[in-house]
């Protein structure tokens, strides 16, 4: 059985930093791609970043380009969203999720078959 865990989110200032972890068990993951997503307040979940589980180029969303950062750490079967230069507009409920792919990276969120529980990001002006 798939699990999905986060963790790392929080309370931080405009301008400062955060990194989230999706710690992935219950089945290989190569062959997957890792997304991570977020749900403002109000608003449609949207996407953020994904990554294949085997490497390549990583994904992201023109609203956090150049400022966050995903990454693997296969040891530890993790995958990190490294978020600096944060904003207000950041604030969300962040989850990853994983599904198998065999073309172009996905990026919608019906595209992804296994989700975790989230994790609140919260960002003060």
């Known amino acids: 059985q798939v699990q999905l865990v986060e963790s790392g989110g929080g309370l931080v200032q405009a301008g400062g930093s955060l990194r989230l972890s999706c710690a992935a068990s219950?089945?290989?993951?190569?062959?997957?791609?890792i997304g991570w997503f977020r749900r403002a307040p109000g608003k449609e979940r949207e996407f953020v970043s994904a990554i294949r589980w085997t490497g390549g180029i990583p994904y992201y969303a023109d609203s956090v380009n150049r400022r966050f950062t995903i990454s693997r750490e296969y040891a530890k079967n993790t995958v990190y969203l490294q978020m600096n230069s944060l904003k207000p507009e950041d604030t969300a409920v962040y989850s990853c999720?994983?599904?198998?792919?065999?073309?172009?990276?996905?990026?919608?969120?019906?595209?992804?078959?296994?989700w975790g529980q989230g994790t609140q990001v919260t960002v003060s002006s």
């Open positions: 999720a994983a599904t198998y792919i065999s073309g172009t990276m996905p990026r919608k969120a019906n595209e992804y078959d296994y």
């Open positions: 219950g089945r290989t993951f190569s062959g997957y791609a």
